[in-house]
């Protein structure tokens, strides 16, 4: 084989972007919630968000439109502003992960969202190196 061919491949091969070595298999997290009155509180908001590797600001406003209730973040909670049953809301975080944190390519949950100009997102997978877009809120 011609030694030039081999030393571009070795730099094509180094290019590309690692693979994360996590064998554990990733499980969508899944709403602690609580109904209080007329309020809907996911008393484990901040960790959820912190799992999917999002801005909490993200979610909130996807979940607060998908469940057609505003929405607040106070202190690592989110409050929605209605009455909602857990399997609707946990619903609504899978759907969330489908579209903003799978990658559509290799169907791992590695990669990162990329704002662009007026809120426009691309998902950048850290895995495979995929870049697709993604709808807006």
Known sequence: MNVDYEKALERAYAALPKKTEASERFEIPTA??????????????????????????????????????????????????????????????KNYVEIFVICKQCKRPDTKLIEYERGIYTMSCEACGARNPVPKI
């Open 32 to 93: 602690d919630i609580v109904v209080q009155g007329n309020k809907t509180i996911i008393k484990n908001f901040e960790s959820i968000a912190n799992k999917l590797r999002r801005e909490q600001k993200h979610l909130a406003k996807y979940l607060s439109k998908e469940l057609a209730a505003p929405s607040n973040i106070e202190g690592g909670r989110l409050i929605l502003n209605s009455k909602l049953s857990e399997r609707s809301i946990n619903e609504k975080i």
